[in-house]
C-alpha cells in the first residue's frame, strides 16, 4: 500500500526567506507526485505534478520540486516566500493507470513579517 | 482550464434532513470524480471513487445509504448525505479527473462545502 509522510505539522517563515516542505512517500513502483495547496475554507488547487521525465519539476506561483528516487522523497521548494503563500500544504501519491491519490497529513505554512 | 465547480458552499440545515451537493466539471470531461471528507485541521479523507454511468466505489466504513453519489453524466456528481446528523457535519470536496494519454490525470478540486447539522 503506498503512504505519504509530511514531517512537519507547520512551518513558519520569514517573508522572502526561502521554503522547504518535506514529502518522503511510500510506494513499490515508480510514482506519480503531487503537491496542492489549500486556503482556509477552499478546496485544494495543484501546484505541480511528477509523472516522468526531468525530476525537477516546475509550477505554479514560482514552487518547484525534485523528485529523489533514492531518497522517496519529493519536497517543495520556492526560492523566496510572500505572505500570500500561508496556507496548508498537501503532498500526494498515486499509482499509474490509476486516479486515485494518497494525501499526507499536510503541512500548515505560517509567514511571518 | 480543469474548473471543478462544487455547489452549495454552505449548508445550514436540521437534524433530519437530507442534502445534495453538487460536483461538475466546466471545462473538461470528469470520467472518474471523487468525494473527500475533511475535518477540521486534518488532511482529505477519501470516502468514494465513481466513474461516469456506475456505481460508485466506497472506502471502508463509509456508509453507502447514508452517502449517496450519482454520476450520471462526464460533467456531474452528487453527494447526497441522507437523514443528516451533527456527526455528519463535515468540509466536503469533490475532485475530478478525467483520463489522459499517461492513463491518469491529476485531480482538481471544487472550493469545497461546509455542511453544518444542527
Known amino acids: 500500500a503506498q503512504s505519504v509522510t509530511q514531517p512537519d505539522i507547520h512551518i513558519t517563515v520569514s517573508e522572502g526567506a526561502s521554503l522547504e516542505l518535506r514529502c518522503n512517500y511510500s510506494?513499490?513502483?515508480?510514482?506519480?507526485l503531487f503537491w496542492y495547496v489549500q486556503s482556509p475554507g477552499q478546496g485544494l488547487q495543484l501546484l505541480l505534478k511528477?509523472?516522468?521525465?526531468?525530476?525537477l519539476v516546475q509550477g505554479i506561483k514560482g514552487f518547484e520540486a525534485e523528485f529523489k528516487r533514492s531518497q522517496s522523497s519529493f519536497n517543495l521548494r520556492k526560492p523566496s516566500v510572500h505572505w500570500s503563500d500561508a496556507a496548508e500544504y498537501f503532498c500526494?501519491?498515486?499509482?499509474?493507470?490509476?486516479?486515485?491519490?494518497?494525501f499526507g497529513k499536510g503541512t500548515m505554512l505560517l509567514v511571518s513579517p | 482550464g480543469a474548473v471543478v465547480s462544487q455547489h452549495p458552499s454552505r449548508v445550514i440545515c436540521k437534524s433530519g434532513t437530507s442534502v445534495k451537493i453538487e460536483c461538475r466539471s466546466l471545462?473538461?470531461?470528469?470520467?472518474?470524480m471523487f468525494w473527500y471528507r475533511q475535518f477540521p485541521k486534518q488532511s482529505l479523507m477519501l470516502m468514494a471513487t465513481s466513474n461516469e454511468g456506475s456505481k460508485a466505489t466506497y472506502e471502508q466504513g463509509v456508509e453507502k445509504d447514508k452517502f449517496l453519489i450519482n454520476h450520471a453524466s462526464l460533467t456531474l456528481s452528487t453527494l447526497t448525505v441522507t437523514s443528516a446528523h451533527p456527526e455528519d457535519s463535515s468540509f466536503y470536496i469533490c475532485s475530478a479527473s478525467e483520463q489522459g494519454a499517461e492513463g491518469n490525470q491529476p485531480q482538481h478540486f471544487g472550493d469545497g462545502t461546509r455542511l453544518s447539522i444542527l
Open positions: 511528477y509523472f516522468s521525465g526531468d525530476t
Open positions: 510506494y513499490g513502483a515508480t510514482p506519480y
Open positions: 500526494a501519491v498515486g499509482a499509474r493507470g490509476y486516479s486515485t491519490l494518497t
Open positions: 471545462d473538461f470531461q470528469a470520467t472518474t
